[in-house]
């Protein structure tokens, strides 16, 4: 099993996304993990959305499917770890950040088997 930190821990208060991540050993038929760990959250009625996109250059991303969403996050605590289908060799980390004042501190771990 490999684990890589995909995005880095850091107070954030816009939408935002990580870089091209390129899946590695997990096949294109595989699976593989991503953990969500919000460690601080603040502001008037703050929400996290985190989903996965997809793409087959690195480059160009469609927008994610249901199922490639965390459930909604609106305070502090491990949100857990979701099994995500491979569908494509690169993904990237999506964050929408809604509320009045909003801040978010979370990191997102991948778990390849």
Same mark, same amino acid.
């Given at each position: 099993?490999? =684990? %890589?930190? *995909? *995005? =880095?821990? $850091? $107070?954030r208060t816009a939408t935002g996304q990580s870089a091209a991540i390129t899946v590695g050993r997990v096949e294109t038929?595989?699976? !593989? @993990?991503?953990?969500?760990?919000?460690?601080?959250? /603040? @502001?008037? =009625?703050?929400?996290?959305? *985190? &989903? *996965?996109?997809?793409?087959?250059? @690195? &480059?160009? !991303? !469609? %927008?994610?499917? $249901?199922?490639? /969403?965390f459930t909604q996050v609106t305070t502090t605590g491990q949100v857990g770890a979701k099994s995500f289908d491979v569908k494509g060799p690169f993904y990237r980390v999506k964050w929408t950040i809604g509320g009045t004042t909003p801040s978010f501190t979370f990191t997102v771990d991948a778990i390849y088997v």
């Open positions: 099993m490999i =684990t %890589a930190q *995909v *995005v =880095t821990s $850091a $107070a038929s595989g699976k !593989f @993990g991503l953990i969500l760990n919000c460690t601080a959250a /603040s @502001g008037t =009625t703050p929400t996290l959305d *985190v &989903t *996965v996109e997809w793409s087959a250059d @690195g &480059t160009n !991303f !469609f %927008a994610a499917q $249901a199922a490639d /969403s």
